[in-house]
């Protein structure tokens, strides 16, 4: 009840922030949202996502005959960078947001960046997928939520990174070369107006 009360409210700012915006009560409401957004011309990537995979999103295209540039079947890691770096030019790039605030505002921290620069500039659409236990008041709460609690959830699923957050649980503010927290996308307005869309989710989904 809470997230259905809320979530229209927070679709409401984010428009009025130019972004596109829908609540969706459940996944199953989210997914055909988001295919309905997706022409089958387009060329379709995304970045790292947890949000994406749950809902089984790449495996929907995939059996619709959309194009995909997938970095997921990359035989060699320099084939990987190539297939990110080719994504940042798709029609349509999936991603989640690490926190959307109440007010209508988008915070993420990448490693590779290549996520983050798809909110910057490059695909011609960005569609942003995220649960209802993403939104937070502020930019104050997004920035403490994104590194005591999403960075090192991140990090934890790849056990060769050597950074504190995979021995404690913690955030050390680690300057290694492995740590996650490389950049900080704030993203205040949309611009242009709705090239990002974000679909609400009234559930818990991704980190």
């Not at 996308?185 to 989904?205: N, Q, S």
Request: proline content about 4%; overall charge neutral; hydrophobic content about 40%.
């Amino acid at each position: 009840m809470q997230y259905d009360k809320a979530g229209a409210k927070v679709a409401e700012a984010l428009n009025k922030r130019y972004f596109e915006a829908y609540y969706c009560p459940d996944r199953a409401a989210a997914v055909e949202k988001v295919l309905e957004l997706i022409s089958p011309e387009d060329t379709v990537s995304w970045g790292g996502t947890l949000t994406v995979d749950e809902l089984g999103l790449k495996d929907l295209l995939r059996a619709r005959g959309q194009k995909l540039i997938d970095r997921d079947i990359a035989q060699s890691n320099e084939e990987r960078v190539e297939l990110m770096r080719q994504g940042l030019l798709a029609d349509t790039f999936l991603t989640s947001s690490n926190a959307v605030t109440a007010d209508g505002q988008l915070f993420n921290i990448d490693g590779n960046g290549n996520r983050v620069a798809a909110f910057c500039f490059g695909p011609k659409q960005v569609i942003v997928v995220a649960g209802m236990n993403k939104v937070v008041p502020d930019m104050d709460a997004a920035y403490s939520r994104v590194r005591s609690y999403t960075a090192p959830g991140v990090v934890q699923r790849f056990p060769a990174a050597k950074t504190p957050c995979n021995v404690t649980g913690l955030c050390a503010d680690c300057m290694g070369p492995d740590s996650s927290c490389c950049h900080f996308v704030h993203t205040r307005l949309c611009r242009p107006a709705k090239r990002i869309k974000v679909v609400l989710v009234g559930e818990d989904l991704g980190l």
